[in-house]
Nanobody
Framework: QPELVESGGGLVQPGGSLRLSCVLS????????VGWFRKTPGKEREGVAC????????NYADSVKGRFTLHKNNARKTVALQLNNLKPEDPAMYYC????????????????????WGQGTQVTASS
């Protein structure tokens, strides 16, 4: 069974940067699109960014465009999410998720489209 493990969360100040990582085991990453989602208490989980099967098609939420960047390395089975210029609304529990997707299709930011999920990594605002 494919499994995802996130890492890289931590304390960050507004305007700072952080790099989150998502590693797939038990499968081949070039079969999957991968999305990143985030959840804060009292809010619905929202899609942040996703990358297609071959890593050449990405989709970003408007709230993070120009600040967050995805890097997919199928050989290393890793998808990194680079967070730059962090804003007060960015701290959250961040999750990566995977779904089988056709190579020419644009990935989705809807959580219902993803059947495989990691446990999450926490990004916290430092005071």
């Amino acid at each position: 069974q494919p499994e995802l493990v996130e890492s890289g969360g931590g304390l960050v100040q507004p305007g700072g940067s952080l790099r989150l990582s998502c590693v797939l085991s038990g499968g081949s990453l070039d079969e999957y699109a991968v999305g990143w989602f985030r959840k804060t208490p009292g809010k619905e989980r929202e899609g942040v960014a996703c990358v297609g099967t071959f890593g050449d098609r990405t989709n970003y939420a408007d709230s993070v465009k120009g600040r967050f960047t995805l890097h997919k390395n199928n050989a290393r089975k890793t998808v990194a999410l680079q967070l730059n210029n962090l804003k007060p609304e960015d701290p959250a529990m961040y999750y990566c998720a995977a779904t089988v997707l056709g190579a020419l299709k644009l990935c989705s930011l809807k959580e219902d489209d993803y059947p495989i999920w990691g446990q999450g990594t926490q990004v916290t605002a430092s005071s």
